[in-house]
């Protein structure tokens, strides 16, 4: 059961265009939300969170919207960058719980292209 | 270190043989983490050790693969009996304390290749 689903493998946007990712998810504890960036080769890269009690968080040119009702959040990178271009992992966790284990998406292949 | 620092960075490895993989968390990190990534796929939970809580093992795939972490710091991912679907990227991540909102870091991993 996948409990933190991105159903967009890849997604391509030109150079100073908006890119927007999506994610949803599936279990109602989950309060906090991360997203990741993975380079080839590189271990992945923290990026931005938001907390369930917010629905939006915002640092330079990325901004990360939370939708609790839909389950379901998005990360807007505007203007992109050609060096934007990697892989995308959404993660969510029950900050609540006894454990901080993350469950991530299967990510999206964000290309840039110049 | 600054950073969480895994070994071996590669690791070519015959079937049926066993595998060690180690990681150093980052310094003061109580939480650390094993994930992994087959090629084409997400980031697969392995296991997590809090402090000296039980381990959550629940990510284990099979009892060929277990995990032990030594004086709070080190850890060591062990497999036995490699098998090919074993070959993957196994990724180590720490964070600073228990409970949820924290983030957690990454090493570069240990590309394992079982042939």
């Known amino acids: 059961d996948q409990q933190v689903k991105q159903n967009s493998p890849s997604l391509s946007v030109q150079e100073g265009r908006i890119s927007i990712l999506n994610c949803d998810y599936t279990n109602s504890m989950f309060d906090y939300f991360l997203w990741y960036k993975k380079y080839p080769a590189e271990g992945p890269t923290f990026l931005i969170s938001?907390?369930?009690?917010?629905d939006k968080n915002e640092d330079g040119r990325f901004t990360v919207f939370l939708n609790k009702s839909a389950k379901h959040l998005s990360l807007h990178i505007v203007p992109s960058q050609p060096g934007d271009s990697a892989v995308y992992f959404c993660a969510a966790s029950d900050a609540g719980g006894a454990t901080n284990k993350l469950i991530f998406g299967t990510g999206t292949l964000l290309a840039v292209q110049p | 270190g600054a950073g969480v620092s895994q070994s071996p960075s590669n690791k070519v490895t015959e079937k049926g043989k066993d595998v060690e993989l180690r990681c150093d968390p980052i310094s003061g990190h109580t939480a650390l983490y094993w994930y992994r990534q087959s090629l084409g796929q997400g980031l697969e939970f392995l296991i997590y050790f809090q402090g000296n809580s039980a381990p959550d093992k629940s990510g284990l795939p099979s009892d060929r693969f277990s995990a032990e972490r030594t004086g709070g710091s080190v850890s060591t991912l062990t497999i036995q009996r490699t098998q090919q679907e074993d070959s993957a990227v196994y990724l180590c991540?720490?964070?600073?304390?228990?409970?949820?909102?924290?983030?957690?870091?990454f090493g570069e991993g240990s590309w394992l290749t079982v042939v």
């Open positions: 991540a720490s964070s600073p304390g228990q409970g949820g909102g924290n983030t957690i870091y």
């Open positions: 938001i907390s369930s009690i917010k």
